[in-house]
């Protein structure tokens, strides 16, 4: 708190972290507060936020209340899954992929408002302070940043009520009362985790009440659904031939795949602070989406292009796992993954069923790598010598062979 800041940028909810957090920087620094809060899709009504924020004594002008479902899609979640990314093989990113743009737009409004700090309710503990600030130092090298939970002492729910009781903060019911869910959830368009409270224990198996966007895959209909997904330049531009927008898609897809109980997972995640974590999340239209472009990626991607994706793809995911969205090298590897994504167009058709994903058809007809004449197993018509087989075997097997008599010869001294 050495420097004098004169105008910060909050992102804020309208929960009990923010609505604290809001009042301590008017207490603490003595500066003007800009609210900012983004619609990514998380389910919850955004406009009381307004209303909250100017009980709080902010000016009209500093409210800003942004629909970002689009471009969140658009810009964020569909270039990440042209990279087919999965975090420690299971997780789709739905948390991290989101803090960029939130980012993002709190240095777009900082500019616009000419503040000279942002502030965020993220923890000392978790990943998302490392995604907020490196995104935000990225875009405005001088930005300052306030993050309360590094400097404060309110480090406990029952503190936070009392600031909050001893400064007129009006506090949701539940969570004066003890209610609501015993753990902490974050949602987007493209999931919802849920992690702490009961959650910390490894160990606990969740409450069925617990999930929102998937039914159990026992209580999933007794019919499967088959549904088509059309492809364009590796992004899916329709379903069932209706032409769907980026965030349409998702919608749709989570609908889809959350009545027929796709996407659940439980896992144990090493955080980029240095603790392993426990979370729980949801992410249906996002499992049908990478099962999709697998799919389609398979007959319209030359082989060794998709063996350097998948090569390249771990490093891609921990790069935006760890807050390096806004990086030279994940830019880099982006135009390499787009770049690889120019023929990946076409159908696929996929089964789904009780928490199950099949595919049952692909199809390209403009950039399909698949040639029946040359993979059938019946007469091809020469159009494969496979005699030429044991040639590509020989020349494969010369270093084994070598390596193989040295051996031999090293036992025979023996």
């Not at 709080?56 to 969140?72: A, C, H, T, Y």
């Not at 030279?328 to 590897?333: A, D, F, V």
């Amino acid at each position: 708190m050495s420097e004098k800041i004169k105008k910060v940028v909050l992102a804020y909810s309208g929960g009990l972290d923010t609505s604290v957090i809001l009042k301590w920087l008017q207490d603490t620094y003595h500066c003007e507060v800009v609210t900012f809060t983004a619609d990514i899709g998380q389910g919850e009504e955004v406009a009381p936020a307004r209303a909250k924020a100017l009980k709080m004594g902010i000016k009209k002008e500093n409210i800003f209340i942004e629909d970002l479902r689009e471009e969140f899609v658009r810009d964020f979640v569909f270039p990440m899954f042209r990279a087919n990314t999965l975090y420690e093989g299971e997780y789709l990113l739905g948390t991290s992929i989101a803090r960029p743009l939130i980012a993002k737009q709190l240095i777009d409004i900082a500019r616009k408002t000419k503040a000279d700090a942002i502030s965020h309710g993220a923890t000392g503990k978790g990943n998302d302070q490392v995604r907020f600030e490196l995104g935000a130092y990225a875009l405005m090298p001088n930005v300052k940043v306030i993050a309360p939970w590094r400097e404060w002492d309110l480090l406990s729910r029952e503190k936070l009520l009392a600031y909050a009781d001893k400064h007129g903060i009006p506090v949701d019911f539940k969570k004066r009362k003890g209610g609501g869910a015993p753990y902490s959830m974050d949602a987007n368009l493209l999931h919802i985790s849920y992690e702490g409270g009961i959650l910390e224990d490894p160990n606990f198996s969740p409450e069925e009440s617990m999930w929102r966007l998937t039914v159990s895959p026992e209580k999933a209909p007794n019919k499967p659904q088959i549904i088509e997904l059309t492809y364009t330049l590796g992004d899916i531009t329709a379903i069932d031939g209706k032409k769907m927008s980026p965030a349409e898609v998702l919608i749709k897809l989570n609908e889809i795949g959350g009545r027929h109980g796709i996407g659940r997972l439980d896992m144990v995640e090493n955080r980029y602070v240095g603790m392993k974590s426990r979370g729980c999340y949801e992410t249906p239209g996002g499992t049908i989406m990478w099962k999709g472009h697998r799919a389609m990626e398979s007959i319209t991607m030359d082989r060794e292009v998709l063996s350097l994706k998948d090569d390249l793809m771990p490093r891609y995911a921990r790069l935006i796992y760890n807050g390096y969205w806004f990086s030279p090298e994940r830019r880099l590897m982006q135009v390499l993954i787009d770049e690889s994504q120019k023929t990946v167009n076409g159908t696929v058709r996929l089964k789904l069923y009780k928490g199950t994903m099949m595919c049952v058809g692909r199809e390209s007809k403009t950039d399909s790598l698949f040639d029946m004449k040359i993979s059938t197993f019946d007469d091809d018509g020469g159009a494969y010598n496979q005699a030429d087989a044991a040639g590509f075997i020989k020349l494969n097997a010369l270093r084994l062979r070598i390596a193989g008599n040295l051996a031999k010869g090293r036992s025979k001294k023996k």
